[in-house]
DNA sequence: CGCGTATATTCCGTTGACGGTATACATAAC
DNA sequence: GTTATGTATACCGTCAACGGAATATACGCG
């Protein structure tokens, strides 16, 4: 389990990232707040830790969680060619709305083959999906 | 499998995914590119196809294999709230070490190109267990 | 038709991730 | 010291992903 992609396969793990990027959390807090087993808990973050994509400070008896989120910057990084190829994707399906546009009963229509590259922008990112 | 989460954790599948951005291949030239059995590639490919991430089409014997590349997108919306989070630390580190010794690199004082990281990683393509 | 190529599927064994439970360890409070 | 709280680890069972090999299916050609 070295690997970025395969420790945030994991559901839980990306709960538990979610809720530290607000601020750091204890073991205890992030049990109640994801309603699973404080031993699971721990569980995760020893491998969120050994990835070195959290870390963690002794507060008491407490321990501290907080974020160290450069490492996933190898999924954004890996995840870079693909954006403006979905980019281009989303101008095709723009254009074919458009030209089917106002027809109430949709007729069986096959895709092209070759799509068409130059991607137009205006389309600013944090679109949902 | 539903999980693009999970798809994507597995490193020959994300390097037939980045084989196929250059442009649709057939199976057996990802077979030859990858250098993994025939059969590993059929696999790969069809888990790839029920997750939505390529299609296919038929080109006589051949399959002819491509991208769609929309349900990516859920890993970069997920990614989302921690990129300002990792800006933010790289700046503190900067803002740190400038404090600490100003001397031993020729930083500038400025923090002015900021926009400029990100290529220091040499992560990519390739894809080993 | 049979034959060759290209790809998909099935069977099978291994291995390791995940979850559960119990227990060990650490620090604080008394 | 003992007890209480908070967290980590050990042990164990299950289950499914992965890889290998053999076989099945699809298509083209002579």
Redesign the pocket.
């Known amino acids: ?1 070295q690997s970025v992609f ?2 945030i ?5 990306r709960a538990i990232l979610s809720l530290l990027v607000a601020s750091e959390q ?6 109640r707040e994801l309603g ?12 969120l ?1 050994d990835a070195g994509i959290v870390e ?1 400070t ?8 907080r974020l160290t989120p450069e490492r996933l910057q190898e999924v954004d990084d890996w995840l870079a060619p693909f954006r403006a190829f979905w980019l281009a994707h989303v101008d095709a399906l723009e254009r074919h709305l458009d030209r089917m546009h106002g027809t109430a009963a949709p007729a069986k229509k096959k895709k092209s083959t070759n799509k068409a590259r130059g991607a137009k922008r205006g389309r600013g990112k944090g679109a949902k999906k």
Do not use: C, F, T, W
Request: hydrophobic residues 35%; charged residues 30%.
């Open positions: 389990m395969e420790v396969a994991e559901p839980n793990r204890s073991v205890g807090e992030l049990e699973i087993p404080q031993p699971m808990v721990s569980k995760h973050l020893r491998v830790r963690s002794v507060d008491a008896q407490r321990r501290m969680y």
